[in-house]
């Protein structure tokens, strides 16, 4: 059986480099939700948890 020696290093290569890059272009280019659209949404998720935990008493 031939073992080799890994090496870790801290170092990013160029491809991860590049791929990271093009995540955060595409990233870039969606919008973010508004404070008001924040509060919303956690209100909803908060109902629909509580109805979740109703249904299953």
Do not use: C, P, W
């Not at 290093?9 to 990233?27: A, C, D, P």
């Amino acid at each position: 059986m031939n073992r080799r020696q890994i090496t870790i290093s801290k170092n990013i290569t160029q491809r991860g480099y590049k791929s990271l890059g093009k995540y955060f272009n595409e990233v870039d280019k969606i919008d973010l939700i508004t404070t008001q659209e924040e509060i919303l949404l956690a209100r909803k998720t908060r109902v629909l948890r509580l109805k979740q935990l109703i249904k299953n008493l």
